[in-house]
C-alpha cells in the first residue's frame, strides 16, 4: 500500500505561505508594494514589537471594492497580470504573482480595510488562518489599511525561530527604507513601537529621501550618477552613491532598483563597488542608490520567492554599463582613487540619524563634500616605495623611463624618497619661488586641478599652494607616478607590443587553471600574451606585452609564472576582459613608480609648473596607480576653526 496522499488545503497554504512570509519584513515588502503598485502618494508604515505582535501598513491609493477584497485574499488572484505572455514580455508592476495576501492571511489575523476613490464608503475584510471570517461595509479614507496581527500564531515552529525585536525590526526598517530611497515621489513613513523612525516628504528629491532615511552627513556626501556612455541592455543609470570617505562596513546600503523594484541584485551590487576600485577596506561599502531603467523583456523578475533576485539576459553588458556610470560619477567629482589599498587604511563608519529633515545646511554641506580630496589619513599603498641606492637604482629607473618614452629619469635629481634630507637647510620652505597658475597663463590652465598659486615645497616632498578655497598640498611623487601611469596605460591600449621570449616559460597548471586556460587564450593574446597548452597539466608562454618583459623575471625568476596563474584565476568570476586588464593594470602601476621623481628632491619653478601641468592633463589626477591621494586640501573654514578665528571679537 503506498504512502504517497495529497496534502489537504490547509497544510499546503502554511506550506506555501512559508515562500513568500518568511518573518515581519517579507509582510511589510509584499504590503508596501501593493501601496505602490496603487500609486499612492503617501505610505505609512507602523509595527510593533518587531512586526512579530502588529503590523500596519496604510496607503491613500486607489482602494479596492468588497468584491475586489475577496479576491485579492484568494490564491493566485491579481489584478497585474492576465496569463503567461504578460510574464514573457516583461513584468512593469512591484507585484505579480496574486499570492501575498493569501500567504499573508494563511498564518496570521488579518484585516483589510479599503475604499476606492468615487466611492460613498468602504469595505472591512477579515481573515484569520486563511479563513474569510467576515466581510462589512465601514466608514473609511480613500486608500487601504492593511493591518497583521499575531504573525505565525498557527505556525510556532516558525515563530520560535525569529529573532530578537532588534534585529526583526531592523530587517523592517531596511524593507520600508529601500521602498522610500526607490520612491522619492512618494512620502513614506515608518513607526516602531509609536514612535516614528524617519519620514520622506515625498517632494521626488531623492538626496532629501536619504537625508530622512540616513542622516544629513550620509546625504552631504552623496555624488549623482546620471548615466553611462557605455553601450549595453540598459536604457540609463541614475542615482547617488557616496564619496569613498562615507562607507558602512556593510553591503546592505547599496540599495538598487530595477525599473522602480527593489531588489538586491548581486551582480548590480558587485558593479557598483567594482567602481571604486579597491579605494575602500576590504570590510567597507559604500551608500549607493541606484536605479537601472531596461526593457522589461531583458531581465527576469521572476527567479526568486520573495522576488528580491532578477535574472538579466545580458549580465556582463548590465556590469560594464553600471560600473562605467558609477565610476564616471566619482571621477567627475574629483573623488576617485583608483586601485586604493583595501586594508590598508580606512576612516571611521559613517554614522546614520534617520528622521533628519532637509534644511539649507544640507547645501552647504553638500559643497563642502565636493571638495578635492579630504585629507583623512589614508596610507599608503603597496609599491609606492623602492628603497634603492645606487647606480642600480637608477639603472632600473632609466630603463622604465625609455620604454616609456619619457626620456632621462627624473629621480636622478636626489635620493631615494625614503631618505632623510642630508642638512637642516635642505628642509627650507622656497618661499621665494612663487608661481601663479591661475589660468592666464595659457600653458597653465586647469581643466581638473583647482586653480592656485603655487607658494612652494615642503620638506622638497610637497607642494604647497593656495587656492579659492584654501590650502593644498600636492605629493610630487605621487603626481609623477599617475602622469607616467597614464602615460605608460596609454600606449599600452593604442599598440600593444608583444616581444617574443628567448626560451618559452614553461608553467605547471591544476586542473581548475588547465580548465581556464582554453577560454582565456583569445582575451590574453589581445593583452599580448601568447600562450598554448601542451598538455593536459602544462602551458607554455611564447611571447608577452613588451611594456611588461623588462618588468617581470620571464626566464629566471618565479613572478612570470605567477603573473600567468594569477591572470587565469581572474576568469574564475566577473568578466574575464576586465579582470585581466585589472591584473595588468597592477603591472602598469608599479612600472610607473621607478621613474617617478621621489621625496626630498628640490624642484625648479619649471619642473613644478611641469608637474601640476601634466597632472592636470590626467584622466584622474587625485590618485596614485596605487591609490595614494595626490592632492589634499585644508579647507578655509577649518584654517579659522583652528586657529579659533570664531571666537567672539576675533573674526574677520
Not at 70 to 98: C, N, P, W
Not at 430 to 439: N, P, S
Not at 501 to 506: G, I, M, R, S
Amino acid at each position: 500500500m503506498s504512502d504517497i496522499r495529497r496534502l489537504d488545503d490547509a497544510t499546503v497554504d502554511r506550506i506555501a505561505a512559508g515562500e513568500v512570509v518568511e518573518r515581519p519584513a517579507s509582510v511589510v515588502k509584499e504590503l508596501v508594494e501593493n501601496s505602490v503598485d496603487a500609486s499612492a502618494n503617501r505610505v505609512e508604515v507602523r509595527v510593533k514589537t518587531g512586526g512579530t505582535e502588529r503590523i500596519e501598513v496604510r496607503d491613500d491609493g486607489h482602494g479596492m471594492s468588497g468584491e475586489d477584497l475577496e479576491l485579492a485574499v484568494a490564491e493566485h488572484a491579481t489584478s497585474k497580470i492576465r496569463d503567461v505572455t504578460d510574464l514573457e514580455a516583461g513584468v512593469g508592476t512591484l507585484g505579480f504573482r496574486g499570492e501575498a495576501l493569501h500567504a499573508i492571511g494563511a498564518v496570521s489575523r488579518l484585516t483589510i480595510r479599503s475604499r476606492e476613490r468615487n466611492a460613498d464608503r468602504g469595505a472591512e475584510l477579515r481573515v484569520e488562518g486563511g479563513e474569510v471570517i467576515s466581510r462589512e461595509p465601514v466608514g473609511c479614507p480613500v486608500g487601504t489599511s492593511v493591518v497583521v496581527e499575531d504573525l505565525f500564531y498557527n505556525v510556532p515552529a516558525r515563530r520560535k525561530y525569529l529573532k530578537t525585536e532588534a534585529t526583526e525590526f531592523g530587517r523592517v526598517n531596511r524593507v520600508v527604507s529601500g521602498y522610500a530611497l526607490a520612491n522619492p515621489d512618494v512620502a513614506v513613513s515608518l513607526a516602531h513601537n509609536g514612535r516614528e523612525t524617519f519620514a520622506t516628504e515625498g517632494r521626488g528629491d531623492r538626496r532629501a529621501a536619504i537625508m530622512a532615511v540616513y542622516g544629513r552627513e550620509v546625504a552631504a556626501g552623496m555624488v549623482p550618477v546620471e548615466g553611462t556612455d557605455e553601450t549595453g541592455p540598459l536604457n540609463g543609470v541614475t542615482g547617488l552613491v557616496s564619496h569613498p570617505e562615507t562607507n558602512r562596513a556593510s553591503r546592505e546600503y547599496i540599495h538598487v532598483f530595477v525599473n522602480g523594484r527593489w531588489v538586491t541584485a548581486s551582480a548590480v551590487r558587485e558593479a557598483v563597488v567594482d567602481a571604486y576600485g579597491r579605494q575602500l577596506a576590504s570590510d567597507r561599502y559604500p551608500f549607493a542608490v541606484v536605479n537601472l531603467d531596461i526593457d522589461p523583456a531583458s531581465v527576469d523578475v521572476n527567479v526568486h520567492p520573495r522576488k528580491l533576485e532578477v535574472r538579466f539576459a545580458d549580465e556582463s553588458g548590465m556590469r560594464q554599463q553600471v560600473r562605467d556610470a558609477v565610476e564616471s560619477a566619482l571621477l567627475d567629482a574629483g573623488l576617485i582613487r583608483s586601485s586604493a589599498p583595501r586594508g590598508r587604511s580606512k576612516v571611521d563608519q559613517t554614522e546614520i540619524r534617520q528622521g533628519e529633515s532637509t534644511d539649507d545646511e544640507l547645501n552647504g554641506e553638500r559643497g563642502a563634500s565636493d571638495s578635492v580630496s579630504r585629507g583623512t589619513g589614508q596610507s599608503g599603498g603597496s609599491g609606492e616605495t623602492r628603497a634603492s641606492t645606487g647606480d642600480e637604482a637608477g639603472t632600473d629607473r632609466a630603463v622604465a623611463t625609455d620604454a616609456m618614452g619619457g626620456g632621462e629619469a627624473k629621480s636622478s635629481r636626489g635620493a631615494d624618497e625614503s631618505a632623510e634630507p642630508s642638512s637642516a637647510d635642505d628642509r627650507r620652505f622656497h618661499a621665494a619661488t612663487q608661481t601663479t597658475l591661475d589660468g592666464t597663463d595659457p600653458d597653465c590652465e586647469f581643466d581638473r586641478l583647482p586653480a592656485m598659486r603655487v607658494l612652494g615645497q615642503l620638506h622638497d616632498t610637497y607642494l604647497v599652494a593656495e587656492t579659492d578655497d584654501g590650502l593644498v598640498l600636492v605629493d610630487q611623487h605621487a603626481a609623477d607616478e599617475r602622469v607616467n601611469y597614464e602615460r605608460l596605460r596609454e600606449q599600452f591600449a593604442d599598440d600593444v607590443q608583444t616581444q617574443a621570449l628567448a626560451e618559452p616559460v614553461v608553467v605547471s597548471l591544476t586542473p581548475r587553471e588547465a580548465a581556464l586556460a582554453e577560454p582565456a587564450r583569445e582575451t590574453l593574446a589581445q593583452l599580448g600574451f601568447t600562450i598554448r597548452l601542451e598538455d593536459a597539466r602544462t602551458l607554455r608562454v611564447e611571447t608577452v606585452p613588451a611594456l611588461l618583459a623588462d618588468a617581470v623575471e620571464w626566464d629566471t625568476g618565479a613572478s612570470g609564472p605567477s603573473l600567468v596563474r594569477d591572470l587565469l584565476d581572474d576568469f574564475a568570476e566577473g568578466d574575464p576582459e576586465r579582470t585581466v586588464e585589472a591584473a595588468v593594470d597592477d603591472l602598469l602601476g608599479d612600472l610607473a613608480c621607478y621613474p617617478a621623481v621621489t621625496g626630498n628632491v628640490s624642484l625648479t619653478e619649471g619642473d613644478t609648473t611641469a608637474l601640476l601641468t601634466a597632472l592636470d592633463d590626467c584622466e584622474n589626477p587625485y590618485a596614485c596607480p596605487h591609490g595614494r591621494p595626490v592632492v589634499v586640501e585644508v579647507s578655509r573654514d577649518e584654517i579659522t576653526e583652528r586657529f579659533e578665528r570664531d571666537y567672539p571679537g576675533h573674526g574677520g
